[in-house]
């Protein structure tokens, strides 16, 4: 099934909205004689006039000058029309550049998209970097958004897994290598384009990314992003790889979401992350094998959930971590097994999570005594 049959995607199409020029004109030339008249009384009021001199007759200058202030409100009126005109004229040319623009890019895409779409893995390569250039060329926010929607999408097809390297499979095993290559291209592109702060060329941060039930079983570098705008989803995901890294993220807001995602074998790193903002969940979470460091984290700010979450194997390190003003809750955690570090950890504890330890604590959970002593 080509992967055209798997997306839905809605496209802002901008419209060139204009008012009728038998309108507008009115419009501006009421608005002139509002102005113009507002700036006549205003000056008289300034010079503190009281009256107007009666004259019978005019002379010749009088004369002269009503025939120039006559020229002057045809001229002005002149200038208003071509002002109107032109105007709407760039408006016309900006919006057939922008289509033209639209135009190419929707070309491409659809050329992208097929690519993505091939049995062949090299060609879905080409796809992929061609679905990625066109997002840092897309003359709008939505057309980047729909680029990294099908690059997320592909993440999300089921894939056959690993049948291993059996002589009598090695046809499929090499395939299995070669759409692995591609799937992890992407999370790498993804990575590098993220971590780029907001507003400069070939950054995506602020735009969505969803993972939503993604196997990530490649690397995923998100060090040092920001994540303050736009929706990031983790949701049931399978962290199985070698590592994912968040390390000196800022989470400020914006909403992300590990609900339900399970760390199963990947090494995640949260090293010096910032939480002052947003909202980031990690609710009904499993932590079953790997590492997770959230060494040294800061939860300032915002709300960190870990509720219903369970840790019941790996290694999570919540070492020197910071708890200043986020809230963080633990509410209906489990902690069945594996081993959790909240050694050096300053501030008050999470609410829910002495409970959820349970007392005394066993030997597989280390709090700092000052917690402890908070909650004889």
């Known amino acids: 099934m080509r992967l055209t049959q798997w997306l839905r995607t809605s496209r802002a199409d901008r419209e060139l909205r204009l008012w009728k020029v038998g309108l507008v004109l009115p419009l501006a030339f009421i608005t002139a004689i509002a102005v113009a008249a507002a700036v006549f009384y205003t000056g008289w009021d300034l010079l503190d006039v009281h009256g107007l001199k009666p004259e019978r007759r005019i002379d010749s200058k009088t004369l002269f000058d009503l025939v120039k202030l006559s020229f002057g409100v045809v ?3 002149g200038a208003l029309v071509a002002l109107v005109v032109a105007y709407r004229r760039q408006r016309v040319d900006e919006a057939g550049a922008h289509r033209e623009d639209t135009r190419l890019h929707t ?3 659809s050329q992208a998209v097929d690519k993505l779409g091939s049995d062949s893995p090299a060609v879905q390569l080409g796809g992929v970097h061609a679905l990625a250039g066109l997002a840092d060329d897309a003359p709008d926010d ?5 680029c990294i929607d099908v690059l997320c999408a592909y993440l999300q097809l089921p894939f056959t897994p690993d049948p291993g390297d059996d002589p009598a ?3 499929e095993h090499h395939r299995y290598l070669a759409l692995r290559k591609v799937r992890h291209t992407i999370l790498r ?3 590098d384009h993220y971590r780029r702060p907001k507003g400069t060329h070939r950054s995506w941060q602020g735009c969505d990314l969803d993972f939503t039930g993604v196997i990530i079983d490649g690397r995923l570098d998100l060090e040092g ?4 705008g736009g929706r990031v989803s983790f949701d049931d995901a399978t962290f199985c790889g070698d590592w994912v890294s968040f390390d000196g993220a800022t989470f400020s807001g914006g909403w992300v979401s590990f609900h339900g995602a399970r760390f199963s074998g990947s090494t995640g790193y949260f090293l010096d992350a910032m939480f002052s903002g947003g909202r980031v969940s990690f609710d009904d979470a499993t932590f079953s094998d790997g590492t997770v460091y959230f060494q040294g984290a800061t939860f300032s700010g915002g709300l960190v959930s870990f509720s219903r979450a369970t840790f019941s194997g790996g290694t999570v390190y919540f070492h ?3 708890f200043s003003g986020s809230r963080v809750y633990f509410q209906g955690t489990t902690f069945s097994g594996g081993t959790v570090h909240f050694e050096g950890a300053t501030g008050s504890p999470p609410p829910g999570l002495i409970d959820a ?3 005394p604590a066993p030997a597989t959970v280390t709090l700092p005594v000052a917690w402890l002593s908070s909650n004889p």
């Open 75 to 77: 001229a002005g009126a």
């Open 107 to 109: 070309e491409r895409f």
């Open 142 to 146: 939505s057309l980047r958004q729909t």
């Open 169 to 171: 499979n090695q046809e």
């Open 189 to 191: 592109l993804i990575g």
């Open 225 to 228: 992003a920001t994540f303050s």
């Open 320 to 322: 020197g971590a910071r």
């Open 357 to 359: 330890v349970g007392t």
